[in-house]
């Protein structure tokens, strides 16, 4: 069973707009990752926030993470053309050793 | 210095026949995990393997089998193939064992298109 859902399951908007994704979760993790999909080929690690962490930046990417509530956000400033794609949240639970994907968004930039 | 590679890239087997996807992981790592993801939804786990040994493993079949070699090269095996098996399978490598506080970036490689008739 997956572990993260992503919400929205999809998401239009356009050029230059900022882009928000969710993502809740069942159980307890270590540390909770973003990855970008393009078209049905492999996955690119985005970021990685642990558990003892609220929020992390890397570039135009802002990951916060709430553990009370079990659910993270995503949020791409800024969004180009190339942001195109599907987004994956993937937990560590604590309970096991495996990474569990949810569903994923898929985000479509408009020009 | 090379990603992770995999082959072959697609793939078009008929029910019932076996299979074996390969996949070569970045120079120095030593940890490999296999994921199976059907169309529209996020991958599955299926294995981790560390250092040649198993040490994770998901929800599916005995069908589905695999193992690393001491190059840290991995070979998965799907046996007596069915219909729902037609997935993208996607090798990931990382330096160290998935697992705990480990907060080791996986590597993914391009995957295999395995379409089963």
């Not at chain 1, 990417?61 to 987004?87: E, F, P």
């Not at chain 2, 026949?17 to 599955?44: D, E, F, M």
């Not at chain 2, 990382?94 to 395995?114: E, K, M, N, V």
């Amino acid at each position: 069973s997956q572990q993260g859902e992503e919400d929205p399951q999809a998401l239009s908007i356009q050029e230059g707009e900022n882009a928000t994704m969710n993502c809740s979760y069942k159980t307890s993790i270590n540390n909770l990752q973003w990855y970008r999909q393009n078209s049905g080929r492999g996955l690119v690690h985005l970021i990685l926030i642990r558990s003892n962490e609220r929020e992390k930046h890397s570039g135009r990417l802002r990951v916060t993470l709430d553990t009370s509530k079990k659910s993270s956000s995503l949020l791409i400033t800024a969004s180009r053309a190339a942001d195109t794609a599907s987004y994956f949240c993937a937990t560590d639970a604590t309970r096991d050793d495996k990474i569990i994907f949810g569903k994923g968004t898929r985000l479509h930039i408009l020009p | 210095d090379a990603g992770v590679t995999q082959s072959p890239t697609h793939l078009i087997k008929t029910r019932g026949q076996q299979v074996t996807l390969r996949c070569s992981p970045i120079s120095g790592h030593k940890s490999v995990s296999w994921y199976q993801q059907v169309l529209g939804q996020g991958p599955q786990f299926i294995f981790q393997y560390y250092e040649k040994e198993e040490r994770g493993r998901g929800n599916f079949p005995d069908r589905f089998s695999a193992r690393q070699f001491p190059n840290y090269s991995s070979e998965l095996n799907v046996n007596a193939l069915l219909l729902g098996d037609s997935a993208l399978y996607l090798c990931a490598s990382s330096l160290g064992l998935l697992a705990g506080i480990s907060t080791d970036t996986q590597y993914f490689g391009p995957g295999t298109r395995l379409t089963v008739l």
